[in-house]
Structure formats: C-alpha cells, structure tokens
C-alpha cells in the first residue's frame, strides 16, 4: 500500500463515494444507530473515568488538606472508592455529548461541524447543571446511573 498523494486522493474519494449519499449524510440513518454509539460512548467514557479515578493522587475527603492548608497527594491506588464516580461522569459526558450530535444529524439529514457544536452546548449545559453543582445533583446523578448499568447488567444476565 502505497500513500502518495494520488492514490491516497483517489481511494479517499472512491470510498467516499460509495459510503455517502449525495447530500453528504454519513453515518446515523435510524434512533437505533444514536442509540447505540450513546452506549458505545458511554462504556468507553466510563473505562477512560475508572482509569482515571485509579490514577488521580486525590483523597475523597480533604479535611485535614484544608485545616493544614498543604496539598498532600495520595499515593497511585489509593482512591479506589473515586473510580465508580468518576467512571459515571466520564461516560455520562461521553454519551451525552454523542447522543445529541447524532441526534441532530439524524434530523437534519446532514453530517457538519454545526452538529458537534449543538453536541458541546448539550454537554456543557448538562455538566454545568449536574456535575459542576455544589449540591446534592452530583450524588443524584452518579446514583442514578449506577442504577440503570446494575439495572440493565441483571436483565442482561438473568433475564435476557
């Protein structure tokens, strides 16, 4: 396989035309299709949140940070209970943010830039509203999700 700029163009094009339609629409041509890369993101943003969550040197309490007013980080492994946490954010991001691009797209027939812009003014709004929240929306949230992926791990195993 050779990659001089010919034959790269050529085969770009090829393909380009076989897999788009003539008003440039790609990819999402059904819900059922959103749906799925929704879940694809989700489970993807949720493993890049655990391995974060096993990685990050922060504690989950930082009274005693506070009251010395030194940061001490916590040693690599050490805030295993952040990694559920985090895996529900990250994936919930992920999700969010793919569902309602692909959402537009699905309704406008039309795959563009514009559609990753309404995706990151979903995202944000939904990031502002439950995950940067000094309330109780954090623990709602992270509850919440939670309770549908056990929800739907039991139908998966013992119903479906």
């Not at 940070?65 to 991001?93: D, H, Q, Y």
């Not at 959402?103 to 003014?121: K, S, Y």
């Amino acid at each position: 396989l050779q990659w001089r700029g010919d034959i790269c163009a050529s085969s770009c094009h090829e393909l380009a035309a076989t897999t788009m339609d003539p008003d440039g629409y790609v990819s999402f041509r059904s819900s059922s299709t959103v749906l799925a890369e929704g879940v694809y993101q989700f489970l993807r943003g949720s493993l890049y949140g655990a391995i974060w969550g096993a990685v990050t040197p922060f504690y989950t309490s930082a009274s005693g940070e506070i009251a010395s007013g030194a940061f001490r980080p916590a040693p690599i492994f050490s805030s295993l209970r952040s990694v559920p946490s985090n895996a529900a954010m990250f994936g919930t991001i992920l999700a969010v943010q793919r569902i309602s691009c692909k959402t537009l797209e699905l309704v406008r027939r039309r795959q563009d830039l514009w559609n990753e812009m309404f995706g990151f003014a979903v995202t944000y709004r939904y990031y502002s509203y439950f995950i940067a929240s000094a309330d109780g929306r954090l623990l709602r949230h992270n509850r919440f999700v939670g309770g549908i992926v056990a929800v739907v791990v039991l139908y998966a195993n013992l119903l479906a």
